[in-house]
């Protein structure tokens, strides 16, 4: 017999165990009953297949195969499920009881609803199975499934009370730079704080592919771009990008890319360009890339057809965009480094990232020229160009005024922006080929050196120049009528620019939009019109 003494530690003890008192199979029939009830009993939902959505408390969580959502007592808490498309399920109502009749210590509630493995899933299909035909032999296997069941889905949540959001980007950051090392996902999971299993599922939720995939894609594409970059050996390239061995990195090189190293490397190049400049570039070279962006101006000097352009200022999300390039099947992707969908896109294409202000559009020509194998029609291009711009420096040296300062506007509905050369709009030409200088109030009001100054319509006088280039003009009716006001005001009237007749309305902002050859070569026959007129 137990001890006085025994008898009173246990009794201090309680104990929780759990009860099901209904399970059900989810479907059309028992949408009503789960809808129309006030839930008086704790809740496991889980989804076998097909798409709904559970609404409780005010809010709307997604529901899908795999998915698991539990929700503790609250007889204000309204619980409702929504059938997208056919979905089965199992719903378990339980009781949670305490050896010494004390408030039991409930499960903690799922929300949102958690995406568990095949394994959960199962269990809670054979616990439905036994519940609809219980035997004599099954009396004990409802609990015992009913408690695998449980520790399982608390064994989830206990894996994912670290949300993926809060490790997933360093995850992936530390395999965007350690791509070439001995990767493994046990040591990556480490890293994240998980355990592997919850990392694999998190992962593939993420990235949409497994470990192994997306290091090898990070790999290959990172040859990819080597290639179109330079001229390596097979051997070398293997060793650079993680691989220990030529003939392992070729096999994994054709299966994801279909050639060969070599192969890619010769081929040429379907090419999709995501940004204007780069897509002026490519037809500047005589090659219509596969996907590209146009405006009106461009699509009037190189017609396109519809499936194979895309607008500068098109509203288009990164899904739609993923899904326009992919159907283009490009070899290589040109964009700017700047651009927030460069990373989903690599499992079409390499992506080749151009920086947005440190390099000139000289410095882009002659790069993606080198990519597409026209490095000779760049170099004879750019000739021409400079001979055009010198016959227009000889002309303008023979007026007798010196060029001095210029300056370029645009104005928009509300400000007024004006650029140095790294924006273009013709600054490119008219500091860097023409000989003129912008002036020392543009300088000094760009504090920040962001290459542009941003000031209302009425304080443009306070960046006077020689020459004064209006680009573009508001489209508003009173934005239009600030600039009509501004052109009559005294300040305005005052400059030496008005007075001398040297502002250029030009209002060209299809052509001035561009930082291409195409466009500075337009820009620049414009440019000499109005100054030697």
């Known amino acids: ?77 309204e619980w409702q499920v929504e059938f997208l498309t056919p979905l089965q399920g199992v719903m378990i109502e339980y009781r949670a009881l305490t050896t010494d009749g004390s408030k039991p210590r409930a499960l ?10 095949g394994k959960t ?16 032999h099954d009396s004990f296997r409802i609990q015992q499934s009913f408690t695998e069941l449980l520790a399982d889905l608390h064994q989830e949540m206990t894996l994912g009370s670290k949300p993926a959001s809060l490790w997933m980007d360093q995850v992936l950051s530390y395999m965007e730079t350690h791509y070439d090392e001995d990767l493994s996902r046990e ?65 994994k090189f054709k299966q994801l890319v279909g050639l060969s190293p070599t192969a890619y490397q010769h081929k040429n190049k379907q090419v999709a ?61 040109i964009n700017y480094s700047s651009a927030q969908a460069n990373k989903a896109l690599r499992s079409i294409a390499p992506v080749l990232e151009l920086p947005v202000m440190s390099m000139d559009w000289r410095e882009q020509f002659r790069f993606i020229a080198d990519i597409v194998a026209r490095k000779q029609q760049a170099e004879s291009w ?8 010198a016959a227009i420096n000889r002309q303008l040296d023979q007026r007798p005024r010196s060029r001095g300062t210029a300056v370029v506007w645009e104005i928009g509905p509300n400000e007024a ?22 002036p020392d109030e543009l300088l ?15 304080e443009m006088p306070s960046c006077p120049a020689d020459h004064i280039f209006i680009t573009a003009l508001p489209t508003r009716i009173d934005a239009r009528s600030r600039v009509s006001q501004l052109f009559r005001s005294p300040a305005w009237l005052a400059m030496e620019a008005v007075r001398r007749k040297q502002v250029y309305l030009l209002n060209q902002p299809g052509l001035f939009f561009g930082y291409d050859p195409l466009s500075t070569q337009a820009q620049l026959l414009e440019l000499q019109r109005v100054l030697l007129r």
């Open 1 to 77: 017999m137990p001890t006085t003494e025994s008898v009173d530690v246990l009794s201090v003890h309680s104990h929780t165990f759990y009860i099901p008192v209904r399970i059900m199979e989810l479907n059309s029939s028992s949408l009503l009953n789960i809808n129309a009830e006030t839930p008086s009993l704790a809740r496991i939902l889980v989804i076998r297949s097909g798409h709904g959505l559970l609404h409780l408390g005010g809010h709307h969580y997604s529901l899908t195969r795999g998915s698991a959502a539990m929700c503790n007592v609250s007889p204000n808490l």
């Open 108 to 117: 903690d509630t799922m929300i949102p609803p958690l995406s568990c493995p």
């Open 121 to 136: 899933v199962r269990l809670a299909a054979e616990l439905l199975r036994l519940w609809k035909a219980p035997g004599h």
């Open 187 to 251: 040591q990556v999971a480490g890293i994240a704080g998980v355990s592997n299993e919850h990392f694999s599922r998190a992962f593939h939720r993420h990235t949409g592919q497994t470990f192994n995939a997306y290091l090898a894609m990070l790999r290959i594409r990172s040859a990819q771009q080597r290639l179109l970059t330079g001229s390596p050996h097979v051997n070398t390239l293997a060793i650079d990008v993680g691989y220990k061995e030529a003939t392992y990195f070729s096999r």
């Open 273 to 333: 360009a995501l940004n204007f400049n780069h897509t002026a570039i490519l037809l500047a070279l005589g090659i219509t890339p596969v996907l590209g962006v146009y405006n009106p101006w461009l699509e009037n000097v190189k017609p396109v057809s519809s499936e194979k352009k895309l607008r500068p200022h098109d509203e288009i999300d990164d899904a739609a965009l993923y899904k326009a390039v992919a159907a283009t099947h490009p070899d290589v992707i």
């Open 382 to 389: 750019l000739k021409r160009y400079d001979e055009l711009a």
């Open 417 to 438: 922006y004006c650029f140095s050369s790294h924006y273009g709009r013709g600054c490119q030409i008219l500091y860097d080929d023409l000989g003129f200088s912008p």
């Open 444 to 458: 000094e009001q760009d504090l920040m050196g962001r290459g542009y100054v941003q000031l209302d319509i009425e």
